[in-house]
């Protein structure tokens, strides 16, 4: 595998500080936020430099109960070679679900959520990574995500699932030491048993995070300094494996550029503790190796319509509750399943408010209010820019917000977007159908 160094998340927010910070070597961008025909200068200079830009995906959904959307793949594989990427990442996780597998409406999730640990589960993404691995111009590797919640009667350990994943499918895997430690707090794992488990010669570097805990709770939010549990989960690792990359993430609340060069430096130190340190014993793992007792290759061709049917069953009926208030599938921690809710409508409501910036300002505080109302009664069935101009047309269909001249501009906006193209463009006849239909609640 080739090796990357020292790398952090290159986001728009901080690029100028990127470029002008010593010792990165490569650079991770999330590749739905690059138009492969424009990429921003700022990542063009850095490869004129010589600095790796990896593509990281967060859309794909490759723990879904779907095959990978054709669509999707190949927008990843333009992003990867207008980057000149060595290979692109996506996450181990279900996005949505509904759809034609359950004859059910289409639900959005808006953030990544954890894949049971079953071999139903296990057939499925196993599938879909290869059909996306056939797909790609270059290799894939599949990160561990946090949780919130816990799938009951799960059959493999996070090791033993990520074991199987890369034996069946050679795919590589991008370990989120964050994530382990997430884990950790919400569902009791221990992460020192999980590296024990992992194929080791399949990671294809390691991604390092901050977060914060609330009422028992973590929560990886991105947005915080790096813990000392997490870096000590990266000294761990380091002393079984010498990670090809180690890559600092910031989302939000970006610090100034001398507190990311610090914790880039942590990081370093982390990974240089592990190496020079004595191995620590790992915990006893289960003795049996996976693949003594996973399905033949017979049962699994036979079987894997099958447990997409169940699989796209069990994840609707997760999603369904977390976003569109139906009650907790059974085995599941209800009072997780209100944290994971809550959390979801949270990103979804800041997400919006960044892909739409003028409804906070039109709206005011009432914003987020508003929008959360909203949330409990529409789950998401689109993207964000579908789901901010159906927030708006809602408020408008009730006559909100009260004051007629903020609801005159909201309406302005709303016509702007509404179409395949601005207003000043679109045909006339477009504009008065659409505007008809706001005004007579159709």
């Known amino acids: 595998m080739e090796r990357l160094g020292t790398g952090i998340g290159w986001r728009p927010e901080i690029a100028d500080a990127v470029e002008e910070m010593p010792g990165i070597d490569w650079v991770e961008v999330v590749a739905e936020n690059v138009c492969?025909?424009?990429?921003?200068?700022?990542?063009l200079r850095l490869r004129g430099r010589g600095v790796t830009v990896v593509p990281h995906g967060v859309s794909l959904g490759l723990g879904g109960a779907d095959r990978p959307d054709e669509g999707r793949l190949t927008a990843l594989a333009e992003r990867a070679r207008a980057l000149g990427s060595p290979l692109v990442t996506e996450h181990i996780a279900f996005v949505r679900a509904g759809g034609a597998l359950t004859a059910s409406p289409r639900l959005e999730a808006g953030h990544l959520l954890p894949v049971p640990r079953t071999r139903d589960a296990l057939d499925v993404l196993c599938e879909n990574v290869r059909i996306a691995q056939e797909a790609l111009p270059v290799p894939l590797a599949v990160e561990n995500i946090a949780a919130l919640l816990a799938w009951p009667e799960e059959e493999l350990t996070?090791?033993?699932?990520?074991?199987?994943?890369?034996?069946?499918?050679?795919?590589?895997?991008?370990?989120?030491v964050a994530n382990l430690h997430t884990n950790h707090v919400n569902r009791g794992e221990d992460p020192a048993l999980a590296l024990a488990e992992l194929p080791l010669e399949a990671i294809a570097y390691v991604h390092v995070a901050g977060g914060f805990e609330r009422d028992g709770v973590w929560h990886d939010s991105h947005a915080h300094p790096v813990p000392r549990p997490v870096l000590d989960i990266l000294t761990d690792l380091a002393s079984h494996v010498a990670p090809p990359g180690v890559l600092l993430e910031r989302d939000e609340n970006f610090p100034e550029p001398s507190d990311l060069e610090r914790e880039l430096a942590a990081i370093a130190t982390a990974v240089e503790s592990g190496r020079t340190a004595p191995v620590r014993p790992v915990p006893d793992a289960d003795p049996t190796p996976v693949s003594d007792v996973a399905p033949g290759p017979e049962r699994r061709a036979a079987g894997t319509e099958a447990a997409r049917q169940r699989l796209a069953l069990a994840q609707t009926s997760l999603l369904s509750a977390l976003v569109a208030g139906t009650p907790a599938p059974e085995g599941f921690d209800r009072v997780r399943i209100g944290v994971q809710a809550r959390s979801l409508a949270a990103k979804r409501a800041d997400v919006v408010a960044k892909v739409a910036p003028e409804l906070p300002v039109l709206l005011g505080e009432g914003y987020r209010t508003a929008f959360l109302s909203y949330a409990q009664t529409h789950p998401m069935t689109g993207g964000y820019r579908q789901d901010a101009l159906e927030f708006t047309e809602s408020l408008l269909l009730a006559g909100r917000p009260h004051d007629a001249g903020v609801r005159r501009e909201l309406r302005e906006w709303w016509l702007d977007r509404s179409g395949p193209a601005p207003r000043s463009r679109r045909p006339a006849a477009r504009v008065a159908r659409a505007a008809q239909r706001v005004l007579l609640g159709r």
């Not at 492969?36 to 990542?43: F, I, M, R, V």
């Not at 090791?159 to 989120?176: C, H, K, M, P, S």
């Open 36 to 43: 492969p025909a424009h990429p921003p200068e700022s990542l």
């Open 158 to 176: 996070e090791g033993q699932f990520l074991y199987e994943l890369a034996d069946r499918t050679g795919v590589r895997l991008l370990i989120d």
